[in-house]
């Protein structure tokens, strides 16, 4: 599979089938928190990056694992792929599983990027900064891509839009985790006007170690700040331990017993998708399960004593 991975258990969507449109790490922000690492190819170019044909024939393959969800996601920004309107009308026509998007939410200022989302049943973009200082330190942006057209573009495809429209916001303590970047991030979303807000923080190695997480206990402060108060993501679901993802955590867990790895190493070992080598290193993590380090600038895990 180069294209599909999962299903995989998902905080937000139960259980996920995901579909990765473009090159790893293809985007146009260059996140500091990001999970995935640095940014490697930054662009607005949007354009056919995988065969159509190709993502929909691996998709039919996996239609009988019954998913809650197929997601729109993967290794970069998902509305980078152009035909994404022909790939939600040929998926609507295989299976009623419900479409979700999740999309870092630059581009939809651009008309024909919005249209292209009209069919989906969720999107789910992210917000990071109130102001241009701060979507300036978090994103790191392509050049063509400023503060306002960005929230224009949230505030636009909410009006345009009749599906259900989350929003993500994401909180970085020292920076944007504070009185003042709270209340701007609050007053954005006044003007979005979503269905429903989730509140998130770092849980994952970063692109930079300067990012860090915020506690449970301040998110649940910086919560009540929005009128009205929006929900804390919970880290997951109980998905996890349905026999299905149980034999996946077995699967790492002795890999990692044998040696550490990297995420990569865990991924090709294994012949996963890395993004659900992520989702499952980070459950593991959560339970206390491993640990992690740094080694010639690579991130590795290991199993903890309670393995």
Same mark, same amino acid.
């Given at each position: ?84 309107? +022909? ?11 419900? &479409? ?51 929230? +224009? ?77 929006? +929900? ?8 996890? +331990? ?20 990297? &995420? ?44």
């Amino acid at each position: 599979m180069n294209h599909i991975f999962g299903p995989v258990p998902s905080r937000r969507l139960g259980r996920s089938l995901g579909i990765d449109l473009v090159p790893f790490k293809t985007c146009s922000y260059d996140c500091i928190y990001c999970q995935l690492g640095r940014t490697t190819c930054k662009t607005v170019e949007r354009k056919e990056y995988v065969p159509l044909d190709d993502v929909l024939e691996e998709l039919q393959s996996k239609l009988v694992s019954r998913p809650d969800y197929i997601t729109l996601s993967g290794s970069g920004e998902p509305t980078l792929y152009s035909r994404m309107d +022909e790939l939600i009308d040929r998926i609507k026509k295989m299976t009623e599983t419900p &479409i979700a998007v999740l999309t870092n939410g630059s581009l939809l200022w651009q008309a024909e990027v919005r249209r292209q989302l009209m069919n989906a049943d969720l999107v789910v973009p992210s917000l990071d900064g109130g102001d241009e200082a701060m979507f300036e330190a978090v994103n790191r942006a392509h050049k063509d891509i400023s503060f306002e057209k960005m929230l +224009e573009g949230l505030i636009t495809f909410r009006r345009e839009f009749r599906g259900q429209y989350w929003l993500e916001v994401f909180l970085l303590a020292g920076q944007s985790a504070t009185l003042e970047e709270v209340k701007k991030l609050a007053a954005c979303v006044k003007q979005i006007k979503p269905d429903h807000v989730q509140l998130n923080t770092v849980a994952r190695p970063p692109a930079e170690t300067y990012a860090r997480g915020v506690s449970f206990d301040d998110m649940v402060k910086w919560a009540k700040m929005f009128d009205p108060p929006v +929900e804390v993501v919970a880290d997951f679901s109980n998905t996890f +331990e349905q026999a299905e993802f149980s034999s996946g955590r077995e699967d790492i867990l002795e890999m990692l017993r044998r040696r550490p790895c990297s &995420i990569a190493d865990i991924a090709d070992g294994l012949g996963m998708h890395r993004n659900e080598v992520i989702k499952f290193v980070d459950h593991l993590s959560i339970d206390g399960l491993l640990e992690q380090y740094e080694l010639g600038g690579k991130t590795y895990y290991k199993t903890s004593k309670e393995a």
